[in-house]
T-cell receptor
Framework: AQSVAQPEDQVNVAEGNPLTVKCTYS??????LFWYVQYPNRGLQFLLK??????LVKGSYGFEAEFNKSQTSFHLKKPSALVSDSALYFC??????????????FGQGTTLQVKP | GAVVSQHPSRVICKSGTSVKIECRSL??????MFWYRQFPKQSLMLMAT?????????EQGVEKDKFLINHASLTLSTLTVTSAHPEDSSFYIC???????????FGSGTRLTVV
């Protein structure tokens, strides 16, 4: 069964410092991987995705993620954190070999706190 | 960009009544929409997949008679929580796959409180 793990419930960084939010996955076949951000009482906003191609994916708001097949990871990164980046971040996977529903499976979520 | 509009954003209802939540794709056609439930500071739990013109597919453990899903057109899917109880209080979010992009767009969510 496909699954996604975000090992950290919360990540704390100082503004201006680099940030990393970790994600590992388990799927059969090639994964489609996504990162979404959620602000309080709001839906999810798309940040970036990996389907194929370059392992380093650049997304919205200066975020990027690196697909590492050998480590089955897709960590989210940003070189310089902003206070406004504080939110709940979700990693998700869609198994393209699954049925044609194409549903996403989400990780547990990681709360990012950026302190001034 | 592709937008899914979800209404209402917030609803309070009495125990025993039914509540309907709507999701509309505004600038694209969504043959499939997904309905999620989210508890505070927790992940999204997929409840069901709605398919235009056919019956929804429910995840294991989700009561189909309790959570009625209708996907009558290519731009509208609805979730009706029937005979709501306080334990149904939650944040409900819909999502649709955006054609030609490989990614998914989400509604802004509905905070349901059953009193």
């Amino acid at each position: 069964a496909q699954s996604v793990a975000q090992p950290e419930d919360q990540v704390n960084v100082a503004e201006g410092n680099p940030l990393t939010v970790k994600c590992t996955y388990s799927v059969s076949g090639n994964p489609y991987l996504f990162w979404y951000v959620q602000y309080p009482n709001r839906g999810l906003q798309f940040l970036l995705k990996y389907i194929t191609g370059d392992n380093l994916v650049k997304g919205s708001y200066g975020f990027e993620a690196e697909f590492n097949k050998s480590q089955t990871s897709f960590h989210l990164k940003k070189p310089s954190a902003l206070v406004s980046d504080s939110a709940l971040y979700f990693c998700a996977v869609r198994d393209p070999s699954s049925s044609n529903t194409g549903k996403l499976i989400f990780g547990q979520g990681t709360t990012l706190q950026v302190k001034p | 960009g592709a937008v899914v509009s979800q209404h209402p954003s917030r609803v309070i209802c009495k125990s025993g009544t039914s509540v309907k939540i709507e999701c509309r794709s505004l600038d694209f056609q969504a043959t499939t929409m997904f309905w999620y439930r989210q508890f505070p500071k927790q992940s999204l739990m997929l409840m069901a997949t709605s398919n235009e013109g056919s019956k929804a597919t429910y995840e294991q453990g989700v009561e189909k008679d309790k959570f009625l899903i209708n996907h009558a057109s290519l731009t509208l899917s609805t979730l009706t929580v029937t005979s709501a109880h306080p334990e149904d209080s939650s944040f409900y979010i819909c999502s649709a796959r955006v054609p030609g992009t490989g990614h998914y767009t989400f509604g802004s969510g509905t905070r349901l409180t059953v009193v």
